[in-house]
């Protein structure tokens, strides 16, 4: 397991995945509005896999994925976010054998709209800086649920994936966010 690039670097750097989300979700107000939506979100792109994937078994790989990977950045705190993507493919699952495409499809929209407009509200009015997914859209996509699963672990329990994460994390942010006030005031000048 990667510990602050100490072998592992690359794909399973978690400081460094961390630090790159951190550094665009500092406001609280944001945070919780990402702590709300970024999970039905997985849902319901798991609810759209199950409605319009060619293959039966789509979402199941979809999750699956994403709990494997959480697993390999973390044993403790990915095994509890591969249990909520299990969990997600499950709800999907009644959900989309309960309401069949047509009205399955018209919850997938109004519940991604929903989610991703309160989303863009949080980063335009309270961050005041603009999606980490315009930077970077797949480690956007990939690690959000993990992410706001990791801030919540640690805000209401103290987790932290190995001593001294959070504090590491912190500095690599405050690096982050300084470069971005910089070079957004040097645009300015």
């Known amino acids: 397991m990667a510990q602050g690039g100490v072998g592992g670097g690359g794909v399973l750097d978690l400081e460094r995945h961390f630090a790159f989300y951190g550094a665009y979700h500092s406001n609280p107000v944001n945070v919780f509005i990402h702590a709300l939506f970024v999970w039905p979100i997985f849902l319901t792109a798991l609810l759209l896999l199950h409605l319009t994937a060619p293959s039966l078994h789509a979402a199941a790989v979809g999750a699956a994925v994403y709990g494997a990977f959480y697993v390999s950045l973390d044993r403790r705190s990915g095994a509890v976010a591969a249990a909520l993507c299990f969990l997600c493919w499950a709800a999907s699952a009644a959900l989309a054998a309960r309401l069949g495409y047509s009205v399955g499809c018209k919850v997938v929209l109004v519940a991604q709209l929903f989610c991703w407009t309160m989303q863009f509200i ?3 009015v309270f961050e005041k800086r603009a999606p980490a997914l315009l930077d970077n859209l797949v480690q956007a996509f990939f690690m959000a649920p993990y992410f706001v699963l990791l801030e919540i672990l640690h805000k209401f329990s103290g987790y932290e994936p190995y001593p001294g994460f959070h504090a590491n994390v912190q ?5 982050k966010r300084k470069e971005w006030e910089d070079k957004k005031a040097k645009k300015r000048t």
């Open 171 to 175: 500095k690599l942010i405050d690096a």
């Open 122 to 124: 949080g980063h335009g």
